[in-house]
């Protein structure tokens, strides 16, 4: 079984502090992929990669960052977090052309 | 752009019975995917069932079936003999063929089996 695992289940950090969210996949897929979802507006692409080092803005990529330097693992930044960016964050990773395969999910509390 | 619409916030039905998720999708493309996800309040993502859009047959998985109706752009999910285990987030997630790329997804349903 395909296995994503994201580094924590719960975050609480301050207003300003830099964080980084964690995920690593052990089954060498080329994609993976960081949402958040939050009520009522389902999940939502913030960046993909593709590739080692490559990466691509999704659908609300401001005030995230992104780092691939090994295919197993995919970082999300928050590089001065807020509080609107609290919310429930998702990790998933594919190969090309077959569906996602998601991590447990990290709430991340902005306070 | 694609955009997949799920009009049900919330559905319930009782243990046993039957019930009909909604989704709908916009695009121009002729060659794509259509995925339900189920996300328990466990949490984890689970993928549900998958469709090609170029398969006239719709496809089945155990109580899972889906109702693909490519020219309405209509991809219902159908769940027999409810089960408690049942209860969840449905997400139905739309993706374009010999894409790298994100799927879209809905907005979710989200589905209570009552005893």
């Known amino acids: 079984d395909v296995k994503v695992t994201q580094s924590s289940r719960y975050l609480v950090k301050r207003t300003g502090e830099k964080v980084f969210l964690e995920c690593v996949q052990d089954?060498?897929?080329?994609?993976m992929f960081w949402y958040r979802q939050d009520p009522g507006l389902g999940l939502r692409l913030i960046y993909f990669?593709?590739?080692?080092?490559?990466?691509e803005k999704g659908d609300i990529p401001e005030g995230y960052s992104v780092s691939r330097e090994k295919k197993e693992r995919f970082s999300l930044i928050l590089e001065s977090a807020s509080t609107n960016q609290t919310s429930m964050y998702l990790c998933a990773s594919r190969p090309l052309n077959q569906p996602q395969h998601f991590g447990d999910g990290t709430r991340l509390s902005i306070l | 752009a694609q955009t997949v619409t799920q009009s049900q916030p919330e559905m319930s039905v009782q243990e046993a019975e039957t019930v009909t998720l909604s989704c709908t999708y916009d695009?121009?493309?002729?060659?794509?995917?259509l995925f339900w996800y189920k996300q328990p309040p466990s949490r984890q993502m689970i993928l549900v069932i998958r469709?090609?859009?170029?398969?006239?047959q719709n496809a089945t998985e155990n109580r899972f079936s889906v109702n693909f109706q490519k020219a309405a752009k209509s991809f219902s999910l159908k769940i027999s003999d409810s089960q408690l285990g049942d209860t969840a987030m449905y997400f139905c997630a739309f993706m374009k063929h010999n894409y790298g790329q994100n799927f879209v997804f809905g907005p979710g349903t989200r589905l209570s089996v009552l005893p």
């Open positions: 469709q090609e859009a170029y398969k006239q």
């Open positions: 695009t121009s493309e002729s060659n794509y995917y």
């Open positions: 089954m060498d897929h080329e994609n």
């Open positions: 990669s593709y590739d080692v080092k490559m990466k």
